[in-house]
């Protein structure tokens, strides 16, 4: 399914009724409460990528990062694209950790 241009709270409204999920039922399957669901789907609050990621994953869809500028940075997000979709499940959910982890503590190294 190609949402287009529609936000990521949008889209997991979309996908979420598509399936015939209630709030309830996705937040529980996610492991988040349903006022936190109800606000990305708002677009009053952005999950983070740990939570984005169990989201798509129980809808059943994938998440794809479109690298339209070829910066540093847009090179940077197309490599580390590459080494998650040539991982296992398991491998994704660690780096996607190690990631997120790393970017907590930035500010101690830089």
């Known amino acids: 399914m190609n949402i287009g241009s529609a936000d990521i709270g949008e889209t997991i409204r979309i996908l979420r009724t598509a399936r015939g999920m209630t709030r309830a039922e996705l937040s529980e399957a996610a492991e988040i409460s349903e006022s936190h669901l109800n606000k990305i789907e708002a677009g009053t609050r952005q999950p983070g990528i740990g939570t984005y990621q169990r989201i798509m994953t ?3 869809a994938d998440v794809i990062i479109k690298n339209e500028n070829k910066t540093l940075k847009g090179k940077c997000v ?4 590459g080494i998650l979709l040539s991982s296992t499940d398991a491998q ?3 780096l996607t950790r190690m ?9 101690l190294v830089m």
Do not use: I
């Open 78 to 81: 197309e490599k580390a694209q």
């Open 92 to 94: 994704a959910v660690y």
């Open 58 to 60: 129980l809808l059943g």
């Open 99 to 107: 990631l997120e982890s790393m970017s907590e503590n930035l500010n």
